[in-house]
Nanobody, 123 residues
């Protein structure tokens, strides 16, 4: 199986920036896209964005559009989520996920998940 490990979370002041990383190991053959999701306490997990193997982002959620950038390094099996102008409502556990399916947005379409990294934005 593919194993995913997120890192880079932490506490940041509103308006600040963070760059999250996702390291993939095991077997990455067949992965079509890498996605980012987040889940705040008491809320359902929501889609943030995804990027295909070519490195071009294919979808960004409306809630974060204009404030995030997704990139990947295929040679290093790394995916990144750079978040700017963070808001308190961005506070959540952020997860990376891998899918074998083209156009995947819903979490049910993703095959592998990391354990998450906490992002806390203070006001």
């Amino acid at each position: 199986q593919v194993q995913l490990v997120e890192s880079g979370g932490g506490m940041v002041q509103a308006g600040g920036s963070l760059k999250l990383s996702c390291a993939a190991s095991g077997g990455t053959f067949g992965i079509y896209s890498m996605g980012w999701f987040r889940q705040a306490p008491g809320k359902e997990r929501e889609f943030v964005g995804r990027i295909d193997w070519s490195g071009a982002p294919t979808a960004i959620a409306d809630s974060v559009t204009g404030r995030v950038a997704i990139s990947r390094d295929n040679a290093r099996n790394m995916v990144y989520l750079e978040m700017n102008r963070l808001k308190p409502e961005d506070t959540a556990v952020y997860y990376c996920a891998a899918t074998l399916r083209d156009g995947a947005v819903d979490q049910s379409e993703y095959n592998y998940w990391g354990q998450g990294t906490q992002v806390t934005v203070s006001s």
